[in-house]
Nanobody
Framework: QVQLVESGGGLVQAGGSLRLSCAASGGTLSMYTMAWFRQAPGKAREFVTGSAGIGGSTSQIDAVKGRFTISRDNAKNTMYLQMNSLKPEDTAVYYC??????????????????WGQGTQVTVSP
């Protein structure tokens, strides 16, 4: 089964950018529907954006539209989350998640079987 490892988190000032990576091993990324979730302190984990494994459709929550972009590099077996114009409310632990590919992009964390360990993103005012 696939293992996922996130990297790229850190501390950044508001308005700055970060790129998160999610490296997959033990499986081919193109065979999975992939997503990014985040969990802020005291809040439930929420879907941020995702990429369906079939058809390539993507979806984002309104809070990040126009600022965050999900992408994949199948040759590197890695998924990315480019985050621009960061805001303090983006502060959270970010997780990548995967499930066997489908044309449907699920927003519920219960639909994802594979998870990374998370990477902390902190945005200062």
């Amino acid at each position: 089964q696939v293992q996922l490892v996130e990297s790229g988190g850190g501390l950044v000032q508001a308005g700055g950018s970060l790129r998160l990576s999610c490296a997959a091993s033990g499986g081919t990324l193109s065979m999975y529907t992939m997503a990014w979730f985040r969990q802020a302190p005291g809040k439930a984990r929420e879907f941020v954006t995702g990429s369906a494994g079939i058809g390539g459709s993507t979806s984002q929550i309104d809070a990040v539209k126009g600022r965050f972009t999900i992408s994949r590099d199948n040759a590197k077996n890695t998924m990315y989350l480019q985050m621009n114009s960061l805001k303090p409310e983006d502060t959270a632990v970010y997780y990548c998640a995967g499930r066997p590919r489908s044309s449907i992009l699920f927003g519920s964390e219960s639909m994802y079987a594979y998870w990374g360990q998370g990477t902390q993103v902190t945005v200062s005012p």
